[in-house]
């Protein structure tokens, strides 16, 4: 197991080499809360409850006002994929 010090060290080796155009890099296309939201069916409170977050954070998402990115995203792509998986999850949680 890493201690915290060289898994720091690792984190900026590779974000150094992304910085040089070296290693792998995922890029992901932009994602649309309010398209997801619309293949979902759901309201804008009931989308905010599923990513576990404010309506009016939400709504700034929505607006513009605020950019999605990192693990917000990727809980977009998978509720766009299968939104029932991740309410059976949310509530399978303790």
């Given at each position: 197991?890493?201690?915290?010090?060289?898994?720091?060290?690792?984190?900026?080796?590779?974000?150094?080499?992304?910085?040089?155009?070296?290693?792998?890099?995922?890029?992901?296309?932009?994602?649309?809360?309010r398209?997801?939201?619309?293949?979902?069916?759901?309201?804008?409170?009931?989308?905010?409850?599923?990513?576990?977050?404010?309506?009016?954070?939400?709504?700034?998402?929505?607006?513009?006002?605020?950019r999605?990115?990192?693990?917000?995203?990727?809980?977009?792509?998978?509720?766009?994929?299968?939104?029932?998986?991740?309410?059976?999850?949310?509530?399978?949680?303790?």
């Open positions: 197991m890493q201690t915290v010090a060289e898994t720091l060290i690792q984190s900026l080796n590779e974000a150094l080499a992304h910085a040089k155009g070296e290693g792998p890099a995922i890029v992901h296309t932009p994602i649309s809360p398209e997801v939201r619309a293949q979902a069916e759901l309201t804008q409170a009931q989308m905010a409850a599923l990513m576990g977050m404010s309506l009016s954070g939400y709504r700034k998402w929505e607006q513009g006002r605020r999605v990115s990192g693990p917000a995203a990727t809980l977009l792509r998978i509720i766009r994929h299968d939104p029932d998986a991740v309410r059976q999850a949310l509530l399978a949680s303790p």
